[in-house]
């Protein structure tokens, strides 16, 4: 073992460049050519290449630092072989594997185009497809540049997918993209016409922004295309970014070594949000992408699951008209949350039915001087807690939670019902426990007093956890029906709408009688159709008489 020194190599030209990435640390072990950091110009961003294969033992450049051709950026113990250790074994496993994967070799001679004309300062040439490693008729699944955009040597011209890889085709010029002579779709093979370029020669007018053609092309020669993510190696992508979709032909800017790091975690680079210079990515960001996509699908993910359904990409809407954008609060993040993963983990089935509460009703309004008495109203709400407690009872199917993990059954002894509540911060869901021993002024009171809480926003965590069951009730506000998400893990809930007065044939003629509308929804898992009849059924007995409710 020797130790050498890791020198800058010929930077194409560029005096000072500076130092954006250092992309190992003393200690790891290298393979001739990985990356050891990426340093960038005016006009270009080229990662350095290890010289040899060894031992990384010491860095003498940091993030920011200018560095120029023949200084000492680090050392390295040279391997006396290769394959002596295991990390090296490791290394050389990796490089077998890169050097399978296809890579667009630009070919000096092959793809050096001949200038096509010279105007003035500047001269266009015409860009070809390089060797695409021996494939052929390979199709373009991206267009990664548009006409007029400023680019500069190795930035990805289009992205190209053959059966065993995804590779980009990057630049061999700086310069202004002129015509593009291909679509998505078109198939590609070596010398194929990809575009034009207006390249200004030295002393013109945007030399401040592109190499002269020969510079360019020698730096072309030193930095690698790299494939841009394997079809063997590719993850499933996690779903839901914290980071807006970028607008199509956005260009993602990130060096190779980046880039494999983002293929080796199936992490999309267009979602990553750069942080580099000029926006590049660097693997920091990489990292701290996949760390918010993994919290996320652990909460749950707002925009997916992790269930392996597509997360919903959003347009531009300014597009359309004007629009401003606002955080969401906490509470209505949380409620999204939790209605996506009831909806998705539940498979909901609704049960109708009405329930004649002429008889209720007349009671509960011959109740109007007593609860002015006490100070409160009673509502139909009360009524239904009672109803629903009694069906929970006889029925204790509803009253489960499904453990399918160890896959048992969890059957609860007690009767907490919760009540949603309308909020000016959104539905809130306090729960009334044991309403099976509580007595309807007592509900009355209880529930009247939560709903103000819920409001207030001084609802206690314990006053919204361990419901058995829910009743959402839109009857004071209006509505015939509608199919209420189950409160996973309980497994059902029972939505009411508006109670209006319809005719009822008794046989012999129609009755005017005041219908209340009942939709129960249930976890088919739990809870099969015969039962959520039988459910919807005693309820509208014990609401249809409730005197049956004190048997
Ligand atoms: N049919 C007809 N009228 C009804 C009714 C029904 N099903 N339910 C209630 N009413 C009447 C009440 O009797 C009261 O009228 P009154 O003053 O003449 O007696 C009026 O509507 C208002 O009742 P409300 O204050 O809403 O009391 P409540 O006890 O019925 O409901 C809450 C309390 C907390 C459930 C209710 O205020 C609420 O927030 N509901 C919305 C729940 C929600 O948003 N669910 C959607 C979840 S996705």
């Given at each position: 073992?020797?130790?050498?020194?890791?020198?800058?190599?010929d930077l194409g030209g560029a005096d000072e460049?500076?130092?954006?990435?250092?992309?190992?640390?003393?200690?790891?072990?290298?393979?001739?050519?990985?990356?050891?950091?990426?340093?960038?110009s005016d006009k270009a961003?080229?990662?350095?290449?290890?010289?040899?294969?060894?031992?990384?033992?010491?860095?003498?450049?940091?993030?920011?630092?200018?560095?120029?051709?023949?200084?000492?950026?680090?050392?390295?113990?040279?391997?006396?072989?290769?394959?002596?250790?295991?990390?090296?074994?490791?290394?050389?496993?990796?490089?077998?594997?890169?050097?399978?994967?296809?890579?667009?070799?630009?070919?000096?001679?092959?793809?050096k185009?001949a200038p096509k004309k010279k105007s003035g300062g500047s001269r266009t040439e015409?860009?070809?497809?390089?060797?695409?490693?021996?494939?052929?008729?390979?199709?373009?699944?991206?267009?990664?540049?548009?006409?007029?955009?400023t680019i500069g040597v190795?930035?990805?011209?289009?992205?190209?997918?053959?059966?065993?890889?995804?590779?980009?085709?990057?630049s061999p010029y700086a310069g202004k993209?002129?015509?593009?002579?291909?679509?998505?779709?078109?198939?590609?093979?070596?010398?194929?016409?990809?575009?034009?370029m207006t390249i200004e020669e030295e002393g013109g007018e945007a030399d401040e922004a592109s190499d002269s053609g020969e510079q360019a092309q020698a730096k072309r020669?030193?930095?690698?295309?790299?494939?841009?993510?394997?079809?063997?190696?590719?993850?499933?992508?996690?779903?839901?970014?914290?980071?807006?979709?970028?607008?199509?032909?956005?260009?993602?800017?990130?060096?190779?070594?980046?880039?494999?790091?983002?293929?080796?975690?199936?992490?999309?680079?267009?979602?990553?949000?750069?942080?580099?210079?000029?926006?590049?990515?660097?693997?920091?960001?990489?990292?701290?992408?996949?760390?918010?996509?993994?919290?996320?699908?652990?909460?749950?993910?707002?925009?997916?699951?992790?269930?392996?359904?597509?997360?919903?990409?959003?347009?531009?809407?300014?597009?359309?008209?004007?629009?401003?954008?606002?955080?969401?609060?906490?509470?209505?993040?949380?409620?999204?949350?939790?209605?996506?993963?009831?909806?998705?983990?539940?498979?909901?089935?609704?049960?109708?039915?009405?329930?004649?509460?002429?008889?209720?009703?007349?009671?509960?309004?011959?109740?109007?001087?007593?609860?002015?008495?006490?100070?409160?109203?009673?509502?139909?709400?009360?009524?239904?807690?009672?109803?629903?407690?009694?069906?929970?009872?006889?029925?204790?199917?509803?009253?489960?939670?499904?453990?399918?993990?160890?896959?048992?059954?969890?059957?609860?002894?007690?009767?907490?019902?919760?009540?949603?509540?309308?909020?000016?911060?959104?539905?809130?869901?306090?729960?009334?426990?044991?309403?099976?021993?509580?007595?309807?002024?007592?509900?009355?009171?209880?529930?009247?007093?939560?709903?103000?809480?819920?409001?207030?926003?001084?609802?206690?965590?314990?006053?919204?956890?361990?419901?058995?069951?829910?009743?959402?009730?839109?009857?004071?506000?209006?509505?015939?029906?509608?199919?209420?998400?189950?409160?996973?893990?309980?497994?059902?809930?029972?939505?009411?709408?508006?109670?209006?007065?319809?005719?009822?044939?008794?046989?012999?003629?129609?009755?005017?009688?005041?219908?209340?509308?009942?939709?129960?929804?249930?976890?088919?898992?739990?809870?099969?159709?015969?039962?959520?009849?039988?459910?919807?059924?005693?309820?509208?007995?014990?609401?249809?008489?409730?005197?049956?409710?004190?048997?």
């Amino acid at each position: 073992m020797s130790e050498q020194e890791i020198k800058v190599p010929d930077l194409g030209g560029a005096d000072e460049v500076e130092v954006i990435e250092i992309t190992v640390s003393e200690g790891d072990s290298v393979q001739e050519e990985d990356p050891i950091l990426t340093v960038e110009s005016d006009k270009a961003s080229v990662e350095l290449p290890a010289p040899g294969a060894g031992k990384i033992t010491k860095i003498t450049v940091k993030v920011g630092d200018k560095v120029k051709e023949g200084d000492v950026v680090g050392l390295y113990e040279a391997s006396d072989d290769a394959g002596g250790s295991d990390a090296g074994d490791d290394a050389k496993e990796e490089k077998t594997e890169d050097k399978a994967e296809a890579k667009p070799e630009a070919k000096s001679e092959d793809s050096k185009p001949a200038p096509k004309k010279k105007s003035g300062g500047s001269r266009t040439e015409l860009v070809k497809v390089p060797s695409l490693d021996g494939f052929d008729d390979v199709p373009v699944i991206e267009i990664n540049v548009a006409e007029g955009d400023t680019i500069g040597v190795d930035d990805p011209l289009v992205t190209v997918e053959s059966d065993k890889a995804t590779m980009e085709i990057p630049s061999p010029y700086a310069g202004k993209v002129g015509k593009i002579l291909v679509k998505e779709g078109d198939k590609l093979s070596e010398g194929n016409d990809l575009l034009e370029m207006t390249i200004e020669e030295e002393g013109g007018e945007a030399d401040e922004a592109s190499d002269s053609g020969e510079q360019a092309q020698a730096k072309r020669q030193d930095s690698k295309p790299q494939p841009t993510s394997d079809k063997q190696e590719s993850a499933p992508q996690p779903q839901g970014s914290t980071y807006e979709p970028p607008a199509a032909g956005t260009k993602v800017h990130a060096g190779p070594a980046v880039r494999k790091l983002a293929r080796e975690l199936g992490a999309d680079l267009a979602r990553v949000k750069g942080t580099g210079p000029k926006n590049r990515i660097i693997k920091d960001d990489v990292h701290a992408y996949v760390k918010s996509q993994l919290q996320q699908a652990q909460q749950g993910g707002s925009v997916g699951t992790g269930s392996g359904i597509p997360g919903v990409k959003l347009p531009d809407f300014s597009q359309f008209g004007e629009i401003e954008r606002e955080s969401m609060s906490r509470m209505m993040f949380a409620t999204a949350n939790n209605m996506q993963r009831s909806w998705l983990n539940v498979p909901h089935v609704t049960q109708f039915d009405d329930a004649d509460i002429t008889e209720m009703e007349n009671f509960r309004k011959s109740q109007k001087a007593a609860g002015e008495k006490r100070g409160m109203k009673m509502t139909p709400l009360p009524f239904l807690l009672k109803a629903c407690a009694a069906a929970l009872a006889e029925l204790p199917q509803f009253n489960v939670a499904l453990d399918m993990e160890r896959k048992e059954v969890v059957r609860k002894k007690y009767i907490h019902i919760g009540i949603a509540v309308d909020t000016p911060n959104g539905l809130m869901v306090p729960v009334i426990r044991d309403v099976d021993q509580k007595g309807l002024w007592e509900l009355a009171a209880e529930s009247a007093e939560l709903a103000q809480k819920a409001r207030d926003k001084q609802l206690k965590p314990a006053e919204m956890q361990g419901a058995c069951f829910t009743i959402t009730s839109l009857g004071g506000i209006g509505g015939t029906a509608f199919t209420p998400i189950v409160n996973t893990p309980e497994v059902a809930i029972l939505g009411v709408s508006k109670a209006s007065m319809k005719p009822v044939w008794d046989g012999k003629e129609f009755q005017p009688r005041l219908l209340l509308p009942l939709s129960l929804s249930y976890d088919h898992r739990a809870v099969n159709g015969a039962d959520a009849a039988r459910f919807t059924n005693l309820l509208t007995q014990l609401l249809g008489d409730i005197r049956t409710l004190l048997l």
